[in-house]
């Protein structure tokens, strides 16, 4: 949806009911009328919404130029309410080169109809009605296709070199079209750029175009890409064209260009000497995606916390005040439950001996059992009701939970999609009790979409912690295999003992972005993330993922 209609549906409260889907629309308009004898209309389409009956224009097309048949690179997409009459009105207008305003005399015709009349025939055509809704000439076709639930995008960066020369009077004036070809061989206009004038090494502007409608999500699905010398007339002279797809484009993802010869298939049968029309070269490909960082959190029950009874434990629940297993979960949770898809947290506790029949945060040394909460209260409240239930005890044994989780990171890597980033809080008083086999799991770890944040509570000596952290030096397995990249982030919460809870998710917080984003480079893939102001009091621009 676009940020015009977004903002437009949301202070008009057009829609208070779930999403049934999202719809992508495209728009081309046939036998438009040519009322100047000098030039053909320059055709533009607005698209409109009814609201307690009036019209709201939600967006519009780019204008074309000296066209009577136009197909429109513009993609509208809009949210579809099975339950709700959703009217469009389509507004065609002819757009003087000398102004950019819509007057009503420029008015070519209109055309109303409902988004389930669209969605229910995927090609909708109609005529448009001229003023006093009399039936013309020209009519508009609509094409919608369902979102597949990849939201996926791409930024594409194209130029060309040594473009044939079309014009005798000065050179091509070239632009770029890209189809992609659908599996009925029928062609949909998927970007068209603008035009360079005058230049036969054209570099046209970044553009981007969601993944579904590059190639419906098959990164090998033919893509037709042709250029084009354009004339005022309309008439455009074909230059060349050549077949791509989106995973030789990919090769540009890291830094290389990707280029193609434009082939005249004409020249090539007439001229015996002919080599191509020109280079087309992808000077950069970025691929983004929609980022969920499922959150996990694990809680030591171990002895060393003291009796949660006693009030000089770290587990005493007071009446008004949190203790500093809660202040570190809450400060923590809070932000990462904003990257959450279901809000479902799984949360495990160790080293705690527990009644067999007693199910709330399953915990012992030898299990790694997760139970899901929802959201952050839930794991809250799982952990208050726990504790009277339960006997701390040993050993501090967190490999099993690294391992746990990297279970679900490998499961998820190997998926089509591969969106999920895994985050892995662990809450602990003390020592770990087994080194040598959690040295070895992050270090497994660190090749997985995941990171591993560990929150020490307590005045204890957290040395091994640290070194664990690896900003001292790179952490290796036992056997002196290095990881392959940082995962953990250690905090000490006695740092943050008076600060206050923004200050402390910041911290632990800190690394986590880069993290993410070192991980999906690694791929070739981009996260894709919205700027987002998070609750700890500082606004992140988010460049890739940058929390």
């Keep these: 949806m676009s940020d015009i209609y977004e903002s437009a549906a949301n202070s008009l409260g057009l829609f208070n009911s779930p999403c049934l889907t999202k719809v992508e629309l495209r728009v081309?308009?046939?036998?438009?009328?040519?009322?100047?004898?000098?030039?053909?209309?320059?055709?533009?389409?607005?698209?409109?919404?009814?609201?307690?009956?009036?019209?709201?224009?939600?967006?519009?097309?780019?204008v074309i130029r000296s066209c009577l048949n136009p197909t429109f690179s513009k993609v509208f997409t809009l949210d579809f309410y099975f339950e709700e009459v959703q009217r469009l009105r389509y507004e065609l207008y002819d757009i003087s080169s000398s102004h950019n305003g819509m007057r009503e005399v420029d008015c070519l015709g209109a055309m109303e109809c409902t988004l389930g009349q669209i969605i229910s025939q995927r090609k909708f055509t109609k005529a448009l009605l001229k003023q006093g809704n009399t039936v013309g000439k020209s009519s508009i076709m609509i094409t919608a296709e369902e979102l597949t639930g990849n939201n996926d995008y791409v930024e594409l960066s194209f130029s060309a070199r040594k473009l044939d020369d079309k014009d005798f009077f000065s050179k091509s004036d070239p632009f770029l079209e890209i189809y992609r070809v659908n599996d009925d061989n029928t062609q949909q206009l998927v970007h068209r750029t603008e035009t360079v004038m005058n230049n036969l090494n054209p570099v046209w502007k970044t553009f981007k175009t969601s993944l579904n409608s590059l190639c419906s999500g098959d990164h090998e699905r033919i893509l037709k890409c042709t250029v084009w010398d354009w004339d005022s007339n309309g008439k455009h002279d074909f230059i060349g064209e050549f077949q791509a797809t989106f995973k030789e484009m990919r090769s540009a993802m890291d830094g290389r260009q990707v280029q193609w010869e434009c082939i005249n298939p004409k020249y090539?049968?007439?001229?015996?000497?002919?080599?191509?029309?020109?280079?087309?070269?992808?000077?950069?490909?970025?691929?983004?995606?929609?980022?969920?960082?499922?959150?996990q959190v694990a809680i030591d029950f171990t002895a060393s916390n003291g009796d949660p009874r006693n009030s000089c434990s770290l587990h005493y629940i007071h009446p008004y005040q949190p203790n500093e297993y809660l202040k570190a979960l809450v400060a923590v949770g809070e932000i990462c439950q904003d990257y959450d898809s279901d809000k479902m947290f799984p949360a495990f506790g160790f080293g705690a001996r527990i009644p067999p029949d007693f199910k709330s945060i399953p915990s012992n040394s030898s299990r790694s059992t997760f139970l899901n909460f929802a959201g952050i209260q839930g794991v809250v409240e799982a952990y208050q009701n726990c504790l009277p239930k339960i006997q701390l005890y040993?050993?501090?044994?967190?490999?099993?939970?690294?391992?746990?989780?990297?279970?679900?990171?490998?499961?998820?890597?190997?998926?089509?999609?591969?969106?999920?980033?895994?985050?892995?809080?662990?809450?602990?008083?003390?020592?770990?009790?087994?080194?040598?086999?959690?040295?070895?799991?992050?270090?497994?770890?660190?090749?997985?979409?995941?990171?591993?944040?560990?929150?020490?509570?307590?005045?204890?000596?957290?040395?091994?912690?640290?070194?664990?952290?690896?900003?001292?030096?790179?952490?290796?397995?036992?056997?002196?295999?290095?990881?392959?990249?940082?995962?953990?982030?250690?905090?000490?919460?006695?740092?943050?003992?008076?600060?206050?809870?923004?200050?402390?998710?910041?911290?632990?917080?800190?690394?986590?972005?880069?993290?993410?984003?070192?991980?999906?480079?690694?791929?070739?893939?981009?996260?894709?993330?919205?700027?987002?102001?998070?609750?700890?009091?500082?606004?992140?621009?988010?460049?890739?993922?940058?929390?």
């Excluded at 609201?51 to 780019?62: I, K, M, P």
Aim: charged share 25%; aromatic share 6%; proline share 6%.
């Design 394 to 547: 040993g050993p501090t044994n967190i490999a099993p939970i690294i391992q746990k989780v990297a279970n679900f990171a490998s499961e998820e890597m190997h998926t089509k999609e591969a969106m999920q980033y895994f985050i892995l809080l662990i809450l602990t008083d003390g020592v770990i009790t087994d080194m040598a086999d959690t040295r070895e799991a992050i270090v497994h770890a660190s090749h997985l979409p995941m990171s591993v944040i560990i929150v020490g509570v307590g005045s204890a000596d957290f040395t091994d912690m640290e070194m664990l952290d690896g900003d001292d030096g790179i952490l290796r397995s036992p056997k002196g295999e290095p990881v392959l990249r940082d995962i953990v982030q250690f905090v000490p919460f006695r740092n943050f003992k008076h600060a206050s809870p923004a200050a402390l998710a910041k911290s632990v917080l800190a690394e986590v972005p880069n993290q993410v984003v070192d991980y999906y480079n690694s791929k070739g893939i981009k996260p894709k993330c919205p700027t987002c102001e998070a609750c700890i009091g500082v606004l992140y621009t988010c460049t890739d993922l940058k929390i």
């Design 28 to 62: 081309a308009c046939k036998g438009i009328s040519d009322r100047d004898a000098l030039s053909k209309p320059d055709p533009c389409v607005v698209i409109k919404m009814q609201s307690h009956g009036q019209w709201l224009e939600v967006d519009r097309t780019e």
């Design 268 to 295: 090539k049968v007439k001229k015996k000497n002919y080599k191509n029309s020109g280079i087309v070269i992808l000077n950069q490909c970025k691929h983004y995606f929609d980022c969920c960082l499922p959150f």
